[in-house]
């Protein structure tokens, strides 16, 4: 893995320095080239305390390389003064901020997101809409991965078509759990929440399936942030 950490601002250079100093300018470029070149990206965001002030580490990888800067702001105006997704012509993945839709050609969905989603769903309903959409995407998942090891590629269009129609008809049954106990049910915002959002996303929520090499989660990115917000903890 290597690692680049664009700063923004000196007090920055504490956690990072050493590893900057190392990087010339020729290798920041390559590094960039190679992130650019990929069909897919990671990226996510994570807030940091810089003297007291709120930041954000911006997050961008792939499995080879991790590109990271420091910006007074999470949303669009930090993505566009750095400027690299402007760039790039692939696929990101991410945990539904819907800013990153500007960028790419095509936006995935983070569905170890859902899944949790769908947990409490689970747990504060009981309804059953819930439990089989955890099922659906940990078949689907599990199924991807086995034709994966059995050098297939892509799901046929039929194969596709029709997980897709189960995931439809899963949600439609969410819609109908959630009318009839909707003026009790204390989380029936949450819920209404998800079921809209997975019906609108559905093409983003499923787009594991239709490119194999999209990613079921954005754990990658998350990985990669992770140091970054151990450090801050045990400040």
């Not at 050493?18 to 590094?31: V, Y």
Request: net charge positive; with cysteine.
């Amino acid at each position: 893995m290597v690692r680049l950490i664009y700063q923004k601002v000196l007090t920055i250079y504490e956690w990072n320095k050493k590893i900057s100093d190392k990087l010339n300018t020729s290798k920041i470029e390559e590094i960039k080239r190679e992130l650019l070149n990929s069909l897919v990206l990671h990226v996510d965001e994570t807030p940091i305390k810089i003297d007291g002030d709120q930041y954000y580490v911006h997050n961008i990888s792939n499995g080879k390389y991790t590109l990271q800067y420091v910006a007074k702001t999470r949303g669009k105006e930090a993505v566009e003064e750095f400027g690299f997704l402007k760039q790039f012509k692939g696929i990101l993945v991410h945990d539904h901020f819907t800013m990153y839709f500007n960028y790419g050609i095509d936006n995935a969905e983070c569905n170890v997101h859902i899944l949790r989603y769908l947990k409490g769903v689970e747990e504060y309903t009981k309804h059953e809409w819930a439990t089989k959409m955890k099922k659906f995407f940990q078949h689907t998942n599990n199924y991807k991965e086995n034709l994966i090891r059995n050098k297939c590629q892509k799901l046929s269009d039929k194969e596709y078509n029709s997980f897709k129609e189960e995931y439809l008809n899963i949600l439609n049954d969410g819609y109908n759990e959630y009318l009839k106990d909707k003026k009790t049910n204390a989380y029936a915002k949450d819920e209404i929440n998800l079921l809209n959002r997975m019906k609108k996303y559905v093409h983003n929520h499923l787009l594991f399936l239709e490119k194999f090499d999209v990613p079921f989660s954005n754990n990658r990115a998350e990985a990669d942030l992770r140091p970054i917000k151990i450090r801050q903890k045990n400040r």
